[in-house]
């Protein structure tokens, strides 16, 4: 079984500033990792993902995330937010065995909300 | 293609009446997945679809809850009788594989009163 945990549920931050957006997770087996995003009134959405290869991957809006598995963490980063990166973000883990949806675990979720 | 579609997008309700959640996935999406999300448990599966037949609903927490599929552009999450403690958003999401992206709806905020 596995588990992740989004320490932070709320994350304040000025526009323009750096942003990182904890995520930690227990396996005991090889795992993937994602990030979804919940824009306000709307549904979640595959922000980036960790399946093998690079442990750094960025997604198409600037944000990148680093898989550390020494430290069993997968934090998110933006080193400038702009408004329009106000959502709730959510991090999942899965184990890279026999893959699928069904398998992922989400954490609880931290909401992002840019400070103008 | 418009989304994955849900309605409605509120209810409030009363306890012990029965709440009929519902969802149209894309097109061409083979699996549809239901999930519930708290502020303390954050996301949980509770069941999912493979062309039209539940797989795994080891997720729903009571027998109050139901979920069918009776066609590959339609599914239903049902409560009855319903709840306080059912009070949560609902989403539905689906995928055209299994380990492909998930695609989620808006989602469904009930309120059991």
């Known amino acids: 079984a596995q588990s992740v945990t989004q320490l932070d549920s709320q994350v304040p931050v000025f526009e323009e500033a750096p942003v990182e957006l904890r995520c930690n997770y227990s396996?005991?087996?090889?795992?993937?990792l994602f990030w979804y995003v919940q824009y306000p009134n709307q549904g979640l959405q595959l922000l980036l993902k960790y399946l093998s290869g690079s442990t750094l991957v960025e997604s198409i809006n600037g944000f990148e995330a680093e898989f550390n598995k020494s430290q069993t963490s997968f934090h998110l980063r933006k080193p400038s937010v702009h408004i329009s990166d106000t959502a709730e973000y959510f991090c999942a883990v899965s184990s890279s065995s026999n893959f699928g949806n069904e398998k992922l675990t989400f954490g609880t979720g931290t909401r992002l909300t840019i400070i103008p | 293609d418009a989304g994955v579609i849900q309605s409605p997008r509120h209810e409030v309700t009363e306890m012990g009446q029965e709440v009929t959640l519902r969802c149209k996935p894309i097109s061409g999406h083979d699996y549809l997945f239901w999930y519930r999300q708290t502020m303390m448990r954050g996301l949980e599966l509770l069941i999912y679809f493979n062309n039209n037949v539940p797989i795994d609903d080891s997720g729903m927490p009571e027998d109050r809850f139901s979920a069918k599929m009776p066609n590959a552009s339609f599914s239903t999450l049902k409560i009855q009788p319903s709840e306080p403690r059912d009070s949560a958003v609902y989403f539905c999401?689906?995928?055209?594989?299994?380990?492909?992206?998930?695609?989620f709806g808006e989602g469904s905020r009930l309120t059991v009163l």
């Open positions: 396996s005991s087996v090889s795992v993937y």
């Open positions: 999401a689906s995928s055209p594989q299994p380990e492909s992206e998930l695609f």
